[in-house]
Each structure stands twice: as C-alpha cells, then as structure tokens.
Nanobody, 123 residues
Framework: QLQLVQSGGGLVQSGGSLRLSCAGSGFTLDSYAIAWFRQAPGKDREGVSCIRSDGSAIDYNHSGQGQFTVSRDIAKNTSYLQMDRLKPEDTAVYYC????????????????WGQGTQVTVSS
C-alpha cells in the first residue's frame, strides 16, 4: 500500500523559511514523482513544485522566482519542500502527492496523497 506522511509546517513570520517533509512507503522515489501542491481557503489546489523519478525538478510556482525548492533523499525515501522568503499569500494547506515517474501540475493525475500540513505566514 502506497502511503505518504507529511511533517513540518506551522506558523512563520513574513520573510521566514520553512521546510516540509514527505516520507513515502510502499514504493521508492526512484520510480515515482513527488509533487507538492497547496490550497488556500476558497481557492483551487495549485501545483507548487515537483521532482521526477530521475531526480530532475520542475517549479510550477512561476511567480515565486525560485522561492520554493524541491529535493529528495533516496535513502530516506523522503521528499522535501524548502520554502524561503515566505509571504502571507503563501498561507495554505500544503500537500505532497505521488505518481509513477513523471510530473504533472494536474492534481487529478495523482492517486496517492499526504495528509496535508498547514503553513501560516503572518505579516
């Protein structure tokens, strides 16, 4: 059974940083892509970033100019989302999701999801 367990998140001041973790079980990250999404109240879920099974990454947060960095540790079967220069508009529930090999920003294409973690950025 494929499972993703998230950790990290919380409350941070504007301009601060946070790192989210997403630990996988039942599969290995060298065969699956891990995408990060976020959903703010009243808004659609949107893609933030993704790391493919080959380790290459893609940034969907085009307005962020490198604000978010996705990475992974194969030995720990865990992906990370490093978030820097956080702004109040980054406040949302952040999710990780897995699918075989390739990334897509379309959330319906992912069958396995983490439980979500709240990130709140105060001004």
């Amino acid at each position: 059974q494929l499972q993703l367990v998230q950790s990290g998140g919380g409350l941070v001041q504007s301009g601060g940083s946070l790192r989210l973790s997403c630990a996988g079980s039942g599969f290995t990250l060298d065969s699956y892509a891990i995408a990060w999404f976020r959903q703010a109240p009243g808004k659609d879920r949107e893609g933030v970033s993704c790391i493919r099974s080959d380790g290459s990454a893609i940034d969907y947060n085009h307005s962020g100019q490198g604000q978010f960095t996705v990475s992974r540790d194969i030995a720990k079967n865990t992906s990370y989302l490093q978030m820097d220069r956080l702004k109040p508009e980054d406040t949302a529930v952040y999710y990780c999701a897995a699918r075989p090999n390739l990334c897509t920003p379309r959330s319906p294409n992912y069958n396995t999801w983490g439980q979500g973690t709240q990130v709140t950025v105060s001004s």
